[in-house]
């Protein structure tokens, strides 16, 4: 059963009718279409992501930063080997090359100064080094008196000894 409409509601009804056809006779069709096509225009992919979306985002994110830390704290604190630690060493190969005279040891106080003005006085160079156990070859003209030299400057040089190749 319908209720009888009442006659104030057919006179706002009627009102309301008038109102959008007159809105509608006052509106341009074209910029209504317009309108209708910028709304059924597909959004682009940065307006499409909406405050909602990012929440959804949290967790994973969180999870990854938890993970990425676990991992450096693990790497951070394995047990190291103290023979892995860096050590100054020659490529492979270094001791096969060159015309390497003399293997000498400088002592552990010796300055670069001091290292460079005992091989000039020795008439020796340096042609690879450090090596693994700390040691330095050298390249002399005359080896026996670069030997004598070198050992001469025992402040400087803790071991040196003749290499034959």
């Known amino acids: ?10 006179r706002l009804r009627a009102m309301l009718r008038e109102a ?7 509106m341009d069709p074209d910029a209504g279409l317009a309108q209708l096509h910028q709304r059924l225009r597909p959004l682009a992919w ?8 990012f929440p959804t985002l949290a967790p994973w994110a969180i999870t990854a930063l938890a993970s990425l830390c676990v991992a450096q704290a693990w790497m951070l604190w394995q047990p190291h080997d103290p023979a892995d630690q860096l050590q100054w060493r020659s490529l492979p190969g270094m001791e096969a090359q ?3 005279t003399l293997r000498a040891r400088f002592a552990p106080g010796a300055t670069v100064e001091q ?7 020795a008439g020796a160079s340096i042609v ?17 008196a670069a030997l004598r030299s070198l050992q001469a400057n025992g402040a400087i040089v803790a071991t040196i000894e003749l290499r034959h190749p």
């Open 115 to 121: 290292m460079n003005t005992a091989l000039t006085q």
């Open 46 to 53: 940065w307006r499409r992501l909406r405050w909602p979306t």
């Open 128 to 144: 690879a080094g450090p090596l693994a156990d700390g040691s330095y070859l050298l390249d002399a003209a005359d080896p026996p």
């Open 1 to 10: 059963m319908t209720d009888p409409i009442d006659p104030e509601d057919q």
């Open 98 to 100: 060159g015309t390497a």
């Open 20 to 26: 959008l056809d007159a809105e509608a006779a006052a």
